[in-house]
């Protein structure tokens, strides 16, 4: 869900940002699939940067500052939340404009649809229809995200009111996003962490 995130931190080449844009929907050990080197690399990336947001400090603080009432969505909203606040602050981070990397973006998923998983290509349909990367930007999207969200879960939850901690948390989560993204970036610099299968 969080694919602006996984975009930002991916190695620079268009197949390896391809397989971080895949994570969620390439199930299994890596070795049973037969992706080109670079996509693979995305994909333990992807992996690594997942497996990293589990255990850090600064993760786990943002989880804390939300209601416990959010219970088991708590992950699904800092994964949307550490989008919008990354997309909000994309200069601080990023050479050019977020416009620009959103349409590249777009413009390989629908170069090499065909590499793309079953399940994630209406994903990736959607992701440019309503232009995701860039819309997260907007406080109103985050809401309607939420909301459409909260009705595809099978079991109850009170995402839809989600949106709300976003507005009350903002400033401290920006603090917390931006220790993850750091650690992140600089763990990627690292190729032995990426022995993941």
């Not at 943002?62 to 909000?88: N, V």
């Not at 994309?90 to 973006?105: I, N, P, R, V």
Request: with cysteine; hydrophobic share 40%.
């Amino acid at each position: 869900m969080n694919y602006l995130v996984h975009l930002y931190l991916s190695d620079a080449d268009p197949f390896c940002r391809l397989g971080n844009l895949m994570g969620d929907f390439v199930k299994g050990r890596l070795t049973q699939h037969d992706y080109p080197e670079k996509i693979m690399l995305g994909l333990r990336q992807h992996r690594a940067i997942d497996s990293l947001a589990m255990q850090h400090a600064a993760v786990r603080r943002s989880k804390a500052r939300l209601d416990d009432r959010f219970g088991h969505t708590k992950a699904i909203l800092i994964d949307i939340f550490y989008d919008h606040l990354l997309s909000i602050n994309w200069e601080t981070w990023a050479h050019g404009t977020l416009s620009s990397f959103a349409a590249d973006s777009y413009r390989l998923l629908k170069r090499h649809r065909d590499l793309l998983p079953e399940a994630f290509r209406p994903v990736a349909r959607r992701l440019i229809r309503y232009d995701w990367l860039t819309a997260y930007r907007e406080p109103k999207t985050i809401k309607f995200v939420l909301e459409r969200m909260a009705t595809r879960l099978s079991r109850p939850n009170l995402l839809a009111q989600g949106h709300v901690e976003l507005v009350r948390c903002t400033e401290a989560m920006a603090v917390d996003c931006h220790e993850f993204l750091v650690d992140a970036r600089n763990m990627l610099a690292d190729d032995s962490s990426l022995g993941i299968s």
